[in-house]
Antibody, heavy 119, light 110 residues
């Protein structure tokens, strides 16, 4: 069974940093592309970032480019999202999603972790 | 930041058929990129419902169907059931090298 478990969310002040993790199991992580998708409270889904299976290629939404960095450790079956210079509009539930096909669609999702940016 | 437009809500009685449209532009759906659909039950993570315009993953009932014709895309739910009450999102790829989601549609079973 595919499982994606996010962690690392919490309350952070504007301008601060946070690192999210996503532990994967139940599939071959090292051959799967991965993405982060977020959902602000009461709002729709927004793709944030994606990374190739090897980690050689990464992609970002314009809204986070230059502030967020996606990475992965295939030896630990773990995906990361380093978030810097956080703003109030980054407040959202962040989902880790296994990405399939090209261009991607998202065939499995984690339960999400809440990031709140507030003073 | 959604660039795919969906109706905010649709409703139907149990057993009825409802459809949800998803409208994009020449840089995404109109450029020929596939459309995928997700179901988000209240308080839960999204779940893949349809991929590649019309393909159902294993375990998704055949009451759910997707179609794409030119730039016209839709999701149909037949034999509407109470546990179909959820938010539904379409998703595609944009030539700006970004993945885009629809604005979301809340389905209400009357």
């Amino acid at each position: 069974e595919v499982q994606l478990v996010e962690s690392g969310g919490g309350l952070v002040q504007p301008g601060g940093s946070l690192r999210l993790s996503c532990a994967a199991s139940g599939f071959t992580f090292s051959t799967s592309a991965m993405s982060w998708v977020r959902q602000a409270p009461g709002k729709g889904l927004e793709w944030v970032s994606g990374i190739s299976s090897s980690g050689d290629y990464s992609y970002y939404a314009d809204s986070v480019k230059g502030r967020f960095t996606i990475s992965r450790d295939n030896s630990k079956d773990t995906l990361y999202l380093q978030m810097n210079s956080l703003r109030a509009d980054d407040t959202a539930v962040y989902y880790c999603a296994k990405s399939t096909g090209w261009p991607y669609y998202f065939d499995y999702w984690g339960q999400g972790t809440l990031v709140t940016v507030s003073s | 930041q959604s660039v795919l437009t969906q109706p905010p809500s649709v409703s139907g009685a149990p057993g009825q058929r409802v459809t949800i449209s998803c409208t994009g532009s020449s840089s995404n759906i109109g450029a020929g990129f596939d459309v995928h659909w997700y179901q988000q039950l209240p308080g839960t993570a999204p779940k893949l419902l349809i991929h590649g315009n019309s393909n159902r993953p294993s375990g998704v009932p055949d009451r759910f169907s997707g179609s794409k014709s030119g730039t016209s895309v839709s999701l149909a739910i037949t034999g509407l059931q109470a546990d179909d009450e959820a938010d539904y999102y379409c998703q595609s790829f944009d030539s700006s090298l970004s993945y885009v989601f629809g604005t979301g549609t809340k389905v209400t079973v009357l």
